[in-house]
Nanobody, 124 residues
């Protein structure tokens, strides 16, 4: 029932910043865990950040300190602020949502609904 639409990606240079957004419609997600994933060409999708219904956050080790996940439940929107972008950050970034009241963290397999993704390309 819930639909997720990512936005905010683009072509940037190494060291730039981006803020990705994920708008959820069809259902309120204030008590759902949400996360950000990314997939580079030829690689598996990887979990980079997660935030649960209690606003507890977790991050992939390699992005800790550069990525910040947050949510605005009044706007039903998830965000990912990325600082000091690197070429290896180039990927399609997806947001995802899991079942209500589930304290899913980064790397959790409990996310079951996905958006279509937004492309982030970082030039070297």
């Amino acid at each position: 029932q819930v639909q997720l639409v990512e936005s905010g990606g683009g072509l940037v240079q190494t060291g730039d910043s981006l803020r990705l957004s994920c708008a959820a419609t069809g259902r309120n997600i204030d008590t759902n865990p949400m996360g950000w994933f990314r997939q580079a060409p030829g690689k598996e999708r990887e979990s980079v950040a997660a935030i649960d219904w209690r606003d507890t956050t977790s991050y992939l080790d390699s992005v800790t300190g550069r990525f910040t996940i947050s949510r605005d439940d009044f706007k039903n929107t998830l965000y990912l602020q990325i600082k000091r972008l690197k070429p290896e950050d180039t990927a399609v970034y997806y947001c995802a949502v899991g079942a209500k009241w589930t304290p899913a963290g980064v790397g959790s397999k409990l996310f079951d609904t996905w958006g279509q993704g937004t492309q982030v390309t970082v030039s070297s």
